[in-house]
């Protein structure tokens, strides 16, 4: 390429970016800010985006239940409660959910865990000593575990997604 025309499109280019970083009014001190949003490239949802479905869908199975409220994957699953809610909202025969008292904490972890593992074997990757002797689980944990009983329930075929739909 003749040096006049790679200077040419320098210049061209450097033209370019001034104008789409100061908006065209060639002044610096008016700089256009375009934003730039990440995308779910492709329709293919990122961590944070997975993470709130689940979150969501937990919120949805379990929105009627008393004592329980979803708001995150650590404090509002602290009682076993929520636990229980969500394996009761798919097992109501497995146990009488309105007898549970969320300041029972071990009896209600260890039967929410015990009943996914029964039904959908789902593995107890939390322990209930673990879950008792915390006042807040580690959100890293309570969402893996709940991937686990989620994917259980999709392989028994109680839980539709867009795959198996």
Same mark, same amino acid.
Request: net charge neutral; glycine share 4%; no cysteine.
């Given at each position: 390429m003749p040096k006049s025309s790679s200077l040419q499109a320098r210049k061209?280019?450097?033209e370019k970016l001034d104008k789409d970083v100061t908006g065209g009014s060639g002044n610096p001190a008016v700089v256009k800010i375009n934003r730039v949003q990440r995308s779910t490239s492709f329709g293919v949802p990122n961590a944070n985006t997975i993470k709130q479905m689940l979150l969501d869908w937990c919120r949805a199975k379990t929105r009627s239940y008393e004592?329980?409220?979803i708001q995150n994957f650590s404090s509002s699953w602290s /009682?076993?409660?929520a636990f229980c809610a969500l394996v009761h909202h798919f097992f109501p025969e497995a146990f009488d959910y309105s007898s549970l008292n969320p300041s029972d904490r071990r009896? /209600?972890?260890d039967l929410a865990f015990s009943t996914a593992e029964?039904?959908?074997d789902c593995p107890q990757l939390l322990d209930v000593d673990d879950m008792v002797?915390?006042?807040?689980?580690?959100w890293k944990c309570v969402y893996t575990y709940l991937q686990e009983f989620y994917r259980g329930l999709v392989t028994k075929g109680l839980v539709k997604t867009r795959n198996n739909s």
């Open positions: 061209a280019m450097m004592h329980v409220d /009682n076993g409660m009896h /209600n972890f029964r039904m959908v002797k915390m006042r807040e689980p580690d």
